[in-house]
């Protein structure tokens, strides 16, 4: 049973605190993500609270 993994991506998702945003398509994915899992581009950025990356 592996069903922890999913309620961390729901808690994280539902508190949008962690996560990346593919600057292709807009799609959310897991801040784990490397490539976009819609249209598996690498241009994803980390949508973090509090933080500004110049
Ligand atoms: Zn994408």
């Known amino acids: 049973m592996s069903h922890i993994d999913l309620e961390d991506l729901e808690i ?11 600057r292709d398509c807009g799609a959310k994915n897991p801040l784990k ?3 976009c899992r819609r249209c598996r581009g690498k241009n994803l950025r980390a949508k973090k609270k509090g933080t500004i990356k110049k």
């Open 33 to 35: 993500a490397i490539k």
């Open 12 to 22: 994280a998702y539902r508190h949008r605190l962690h996560y990346k945003v593919c």
